[in-house]
């Protein structure tokens, strides 16, 4: 149990362009969903707490309106990159937290969506 | 605030050879604790955790034990495998569905 996904896994796009990344849960339903970006060979860097049926909270420095966070329903969380540019090239890494079935305290995490901005 | 401290890598080890990936942690009230691992290419999975002082937590021949006395969390296997290669970050989540504190990831590399 305990599954997440991502939807692109990858994904190549032209600079200026708008790119939309999912993330499900898909055997439990998660009031919390992460967002995470991680350059090569470095940590996980928290850009937004997502919660479902309200605002996404962001990280200090991380562009809210660069980086738009939806978090429509239980299952389902979404971050879209907008006017992508070179720079935003990264993996990006969400996470999701059950609400019950004692999974409280752990984060499940997805595979990732490589995004290369050209 | 929280923080957590890993061992810094890269680790290369033979195949067969014992593993020590040291974690300290500085966190209030009483945090769980979780080791993640992170294949080339992949997300995070959950390689163990732990929720209270004195548990070990273990899978896949790995364990830790939340050390409260020296705030800390080391993993350890006692004979690696070539597919154990991959990058190791320790965790620590002080409440329900808050967000995690993660370490600068450890990178492991055996050889055969």
């Known amino acids: 149990g305990a599954v997440v996904s991502q939807h692109p896994s990858w994904v190549i796009c032209k600079s200026g362009t708008s790119v939309k990344i999912e993330c499900r849960s898909l055997d439990f339903q998660a009031t919390t969903m992460f967002w995470y970006r991680q350059f090569p060979k470095q940590s996980l860097m928290l850009m937004a707490t997502?919660?479902?049926?309200?605002?996404?909270?962001?990280e200090q420095g991380v562009e809210k309106d660069k980086f738009l966070i939806n978090h429509a329903s239980l299952t389902l969380s979404t971050l879209t990159v907008t006017s992508a540019h070179p720079e935003d090239s990264s993996f990006y890494i969400c996470s999701a937290v059950a609400t019950a079935g004692g999974f409280t305290d752990t984060q499940y995490f997805g595979p990732g969506t490589r995004l290369t901005v050209l | 605030g929280d923080s957590v401290t890993q061992m810094e890598g890269p680790v290369t080890l033979s195949e067969e050879a014992f593993l020590t990936i040291n974690c300290t942690y500085t966190a209030t009230g009483y945090p769980s604790l979780f080791w993640y691992v992170q294949y080339p290419g992949e997300g995070l999975q959950l390689l163990l955790k732990?929720?209270?002082?004195?548990d070990k937590g273990s899978n896949k021949g790995f364990e830790a034990t939340y050390r409260k006395e020296t705030t800390s969390f080391h993993l350890e296997k006692g004979s690696v495998q070539v597919s154990d290669s991959a990058v190791y970050f320790c965790?620590?989540?002080?409440?329900?569905?808050?967000?995690?504190?993660f370490g600068d990831g450890t990178t492991l590399t055996v050889k055969p």
């Open positions: 997502s919660n479902e049926g309200s605002k996404a909270t962001y």
């Open positions: 965790a620590l989540k002080n409440t329900n569905a808050g967000k995690s504190t």
């Open positions: 732990a929720t209270k002082a004195d």
